[in-house]
């Protein structure tokens, strides 16, 4: 397949692996991640046609947003949630490119996807030298083949001079020398890796800049509709065996039986339901204070999980309901709505109740990154549970709540790529009320998290400094602590010195200089003379 080229387009390729090169070989991600990502937005946007419908495309629109946004806090935090954000949202700017009238968002990742792959084929065929060239190399063949011997006969006349004139011997052996500076110099940035590398950007450069229009899954999404419509041909949703049954032969329910199974277990469910928000609303909503002896972790972890598990299972069944014809059935429409609505305002009581567990726990024993992920997944709970309700009395389709959910899982993304979590979980968890604190939690932590626990070193002696190792508490002693504090300080000094700009982040830098300003009688807290030294198992 010809694929012609653009006079820009062949001038941003190369321009583009160049570019990735120079900012990314042995170099992490930071403001090499926004400029790379500045450099593909406006090299798409150069490359489009002016009447292009995806200019027109919010979807696009958001991604192009999201990807600038996240870039920048790259740039700035230098997170797994930056990049892994900035990643996903140059994903969907080239999805939507490829096919303006997707919506989905998991569509236009694969479709970015199939894009990359058929690309690689096309830039393969563009990179095979032409028939030209072929007929220059095979002149170039064999006039080396007429070479070999004057050559060979140049080599043996050297090596008698050199025998016979130290001077010429003393001037080659000098030329020599600086051949093999030279190539020594050379072949470490032509190494293999480094190769490969180059042409790991090029194909990124090339994904980014053609676009080989990938139909199929915008052939799928277009098959779908916002809104549940009337199928005469399948009425039913369930099937029973006959009592003589035969294979492939099925007697299914009417409408009026699948709506009495569907308000009996709404019924049932609401009941049961019930008593468990009450139960809940007395014991945790209000006044709760966990007993001597109570077992926090299980409390929060294991009732979560089958919390949250419990408020999927009831989606579904909503989900499965509300899927075709019973969105129709007129004689008990309103009750089953009711019932339905009913159900889902009581599983968002149910979700605050798991917001709760998980406020106590960290109350109590301090923020973690699972605490945040439950409160980002019950903000996706919340919304779904809102597009549950979309569904009951618009009677919006599957896709429909795909969509939406999926743009709110982006938006939640992006959330987390502007948080600078690992900092705020030191100032929360460094709290003096907190007598006893995980500290090799916060030794793990990113460097930009250092000044944090290095000011705060003087207020450690006393506590109860505790650390994971294997699935096991052990409590750290303070001066093993601290001699682990100073280490991370002193390789991150070191680091930060040798780091090149491509890779450095704004609040590494504002770490470092933190660092370095601190007195030393901050950074080099003496331990108390009766701390102890050793590892006791809890």
Known sequence: MRFPLTSLQKLLLPLGAVLFDFLFWQERAGLNMLLYTVFVLAAVVATLPKTSLVLRSGYFRAAFLGAIFSGLMVAVYGSFAAYLTCVVSLALVLGYVNQPHLKLVGYALLTALGNQLRVVPVLARMLRAPRQVGAKAQRIRFYARLLVLPVVALGVFHLLFALANPRYAEY????????????????????????????????????????????????????????????????????????????????????????LVALGLFGLVNALLLVVNLIDIQWIWFGFTPAPGFDLTQFVHEGTYVLILSILVAMGIVLWFFRRNLNFYAPGLRWLRIGATVWVVQNGVLAVSVALRNYYYILHTGLAYKRIGVYGFLLLTFFGLATILLKIWQRRSAYALVRLNALAAYGLLLVLAAGNWESWMTRYNLQPRFRRVDYGFLLAMPDRVLPELAARAGSMPGRQLISEVNGRWIDISWPDAHARLQERLRAFRQLEQRRHWQSRTYLDSRAYHAIIGLEPTQTATAAPAAATTSLAHR
């Open 172 to 259: 080659a052996q000098r030329a020599w020398v600086a051949v093999e500076e030279w190539l020594a110099a050379l072949l470490p940035n032509i190494s293999v890796p480094h190769l490969l590398f180059f042409l790991l950007g090029l194909v990124l450069t090339a994904g980014a800049l053609l676009v080989v229009p990938v139909h199929f899954f915008a052939d799928q999404e277009s098959r779908f509709g916002e809104f549940v419509r009337r199928q005469r041909d399948r009425v039913a949703s369930f099937a029973v065996r006959r009592p003589n049954f035969q294979p492939q032969s099925f007697r299914a329910l009417d409408l009026r039986k699948e709506y």
